[in-house]
């Protein structure tokens, strides 16, 4: 969290900090340094995972960042097809025995994403600018690529998983003097956890993404059309291309030696159907509201700029599109809040947690708009659902402290207090609990 908010806001949440031995406890501090033989090389490699650990920080880490993107898209049946792409692709690995997922996420920004285990994510402002399903099974095999290297492994995790718990409250609250509403997460979503990513990993990604892909059947000429996008979308908006490439973008480079193995060693592969119509057929729900995704992807620019009422203009054409897109109507919440406008932004909020209920992140704002409007009841109920859907999120522990003072349940809100200092005892969250808890004689 920037020093200058944590100062400002004196009640600012510093949730899920964690030391680095807990860190250490979490990768396997055993396991920090140690050789074992590249899956997809069979040379030596220094990893500090073992391929269990690998999983447990899938398990950690995923389910919250898949959150912070707004969860996966409410359509069975385009998760099922990116699934059966995937599933079509992992087939043809050096390491089937990975617990692979996919999901298509509700987030707006260009952007694919794997955890080391293998849990993946495809954002739907990506999958909406493909062509075709070669595309689509190059945007999977490269990401496959960096399971199956072990990049993450190999360069530990430790980066990946502290950042994810220094920053897994990103919504600090505006009630009882805790400050205004802040979030941390959303302009750059997974690029701050993975891209982190050398040139020589993202070749190796891109090398065998399309080794995979031509396995699977695929033709190699959808790696080059796949990075043809990416070269085209870093010219016009750079602002959305968060993850994929973002730490070392497309010069040509990468797209070249894509298009040399394809008319090269992948020659022959280039007869075999792309999958246009079978791509089109099974996107065509998500490609309808495309002009909401363009809106919200405008918007989320000019937020990040800070220019909110540009902003606010985008998301409002955003849901006069699709009134009921979950994404629009939390960027909008946001949107509002940061204006000042937090009655009309719990308004947004509500109908997100209406739309989706199962996703987290409406349920937070909510609670979080909810204090702001002194209604410690809603807050309570909402922070509740968050925390049951999302568990372990310590300043949500302290709101839910927060809200069950507001509403005179002193007993209650203690041990939500005391549950906080569990986690933490810095910040003025961690002061604020203390004080409670020893003017009610909780604490000595």
């Known amino acids: 969290m920037d020093q200058n908010i944590e100062r400002e806001l004196p009640g600012s949440l510093l949730a899920n900090r964690i030391t680095r031995r807990q860190v250490l406890w979490l990768l396997g501090a055993s396991a920090l340094s140690g050789?074992?033989?590249?899956?997809?090389?069979?040379?030596?490699?220094?990893?500090?995972?073992?391929?269990?650990?690998?999983?447990?920080?899938?398990?950690?880490v995923a389910p919250q960042q898949f959150s912070q993107d707004l969860g996966a898209v409410q359509d069975e049946a385009i998760?099922?097809?990116?699934?059966?792409?995937?599933?079509?692709?992992?087939?043809?690995?050096?390491?089937?025995?990975?617990?692979?997922?996919?999901?298509?996420?509700?987030?707006?920004?260009?952007?694919?994403?794997?955890?080391?285990?293998g849990a993946?994510?495809?954002?739907?402002?990506?999958?909406?600018?493909?062509?075709?399903?070669?595309?689509?099974?190059?945007?999977?095999?490269h990401e496959l690529g960096h399971v199956n290297a072990r990049h993450a492994a190999q360069r530990q995790g430790q980066a990946m998983v502290t950042q994810a718990a220094m920053t897994g409250v990103n919504i600090v609250g505006t009630a009882a003097g805790f400050g205004g509403l802040t979030d941390l997460g959303t302009k750059l979503g997974a690029s701050v956890l993975l891209s982190s990513y050398s040139r020589d990993n993202e070749r190796e990604a891109d090398a065998l993404g399309q080794e995979y892909m031509v396995r699977a059947g695929y033709p190699a000429s959808g790696m080059v059309g796949l990075q043809q996008l990416l070269v085209e979308q870093q010219k016009e908006s750079p602002g959305m291309l968060q993850t994929m490439f973002s730490t070392h973008p497309m010069s040509g480079e990468r797209r070249d030696t894509a298009k040399q193995l394809a008319g090269g060693k992948?020659?022959?592969s280039n007869t075999r159907d792309a999958g246009r119509e079978?791509?089109?057929?099974?996107?065509?729900?998500?490609?309808?509201?495309?002009?909401?995704?363009?809106?919200c992807q405008k918007g989320e620019v000019a937020m990040a700029a800070k220019e909110y009422g540009k902003a606010e203009e985008r998301f409002r054409t955003a849901l006069k599109a699709t009134p009921r897109d979950y994404a629009a109507n939390v960027l909008m919440a946001k949107c509002l809040s940061e204006q000042d406008k937090d009655a009309q932004a719990l308004e947004y909020a509500q109908t997100a947690t209406r739309v989706y209920p199962q996703e987290a992140q409406a349920h937070k704002l909510v609670g979080v708009l909810a204090l702001a409007q002194k209604d410690p009841d809603m807050a309570f109920e909402h922070l509740d659902?968050?925390?049951?859907?999302?568990?372990?999120?310590?300043?949500?522990?302290?709101?839910?402290?927060?809200?069950?003072?507001?509403?005179?349940?002193?007993?209650?809100?203690?041990?939500?207090?005391?549950?906080?200092?569990?986690?933490?005892?810095?910040?003025?969250?961690?002061?604020?609990?203390?004080?409670?808890?020893?003017?009610w004689g909780y604490l000595k």
């Open 79 to 117: 998760n099922q097809y990116l699934s059966d792409v995937g599933r079509r692709l992992d087939a043809k690995v050096h390491r089937p025995q990975m617990p692979y997922s996919y999901r298509v996420l509700n987030a707006n920004y260009v952007n694919a994403y794997t955890f080391p285990g």
């Open 385 to 439: 659902r968050y925390d049951r859907l999302l568990p372990g999120d310590a300043g949500i522990t302290f709101l839910k402290g927060i809200s069950l003072e507001g509403m005179g349940k002193r007993p209650e809100a203690a041990q939500q207090y005391a549950a906080y200092l569990k986690r933490t005892q810095q910040g003025k969250a961690a002061e604020y609990s203390i004080s409670r808890l020893k003017s």
């Open 35 to 60: 050789c074992a033989t590249s899956p997809v090389g069979g040379g030596a490699i220094l990893v500090g995972m073992s391929e269990d650990e690998e999983k447990a920080v899938d398990q950690k």
């Open 266 to 268: 992948y020659a022959a």
């Open 120 to 141: 993946m994510g495809v954002t739907r402002g990506i999958l909406v600018d493909l062509d075709n399903e070669a595309e689509l099974a190059a945007l999977l095999g």
């Open 278 to 295: 079978r791509f089109m057929d099974n996107t065509a729900s998500l490609r309808r509201i495309k002009p909401t995704i363009d809106a």
